[in-house]
Every structure is written in C-alpha cells, then in structure tokens.
C-alpha cells in the first residue's frame, strides 16, 4: 500500500519561511510524483509544486514559483516544501499527494495524506 504522511505546518509572519515535510512509503519503484496541494476555506484545492522522484525535476504554480521550492532526499523517501516569503493569501491546508504523473492537477492523484494546516498572519 502507498502512503505519504505531510507534517510541519504552523503559524508565520507574512514574509517569514516554513518547511513542510512528505514521507512516502509503499512503493515497488522510483518512478513516482509526489505534489504538493493546498486548499484554503470556501475554495477549491489547487495545485502548488510537483516533483518526479526518479530525475528531481519540479515544476511550480505561477502563485508560488520563486518563493516556493521543492526537493527530495537522497534516499527518494522524503519530499520538502520549502515556503519563503509567505503571504496571507498563502493560508490554508496543505498536502502531499502521490501519482503516475506528474502534473497539478488534483485529480490524477490517487494517494494523499491528511494535511497539515499553514496560517500566514499579516
């Protein structure tokens, strides 16, 4: 069975970091993607970064992309979300998904974790 477990969430200052943690487990093989999503209250989830585990390439939304990066350890278990010069509008719960393909769209995942909540206080 596969399983990722995201954890690290918290309350920050808009401007400050935070890091957030996805461990996976279950697989037979590298050849994986691990997103990262989020959704905030009365909105529907959305795509934040992805990353494919076999090659390490990432892609990120336009929201995110130059504050937000995303990386695995070398033993291919564990994914980071490295937030950076977070915003308000940054708010909401945020979870790691795993699926065949690589892409942000919350429906081609088939595995998620139960999130972990990020508030961003102006």
């Known amino acids: 069975e596969v399983h990722v477990v995201e954890s690290g969430g918290g309350l920050v200052q808009a401007g400050g970091s935070l890091r957030l943690t996805c461990v996976a487990s279950?697989?037979?093989?590298?050849?994986?993607?691990i997103g990262w999503f989020r959704q905030a209250p009365e909105k529907e989830r959305e795509g934040v970064a992805v990353i494919n585990i076999r090659d390490g390439s990432a892609y990120y939304a336009d929201s995110v992309l130059y504050r937000f990066g995303v990386s695995s350890d070398s033993d291919k278990s564990t994914v980071y979300l490295q937030m950076n010069n977070l915003k308000p509008g940054d708010t909401g719960v945020y979870y790691c998904a795993a699926s065949p393909w690589k892409t942000l769209v919350p429906d081609t995942y088939m595995t998620w974790g139960q999130g972990t909540q990020v508030t961003v206080s102006s």
């Open positions: 279950g697989f037979t093989d590298d050849d994986y993607n």
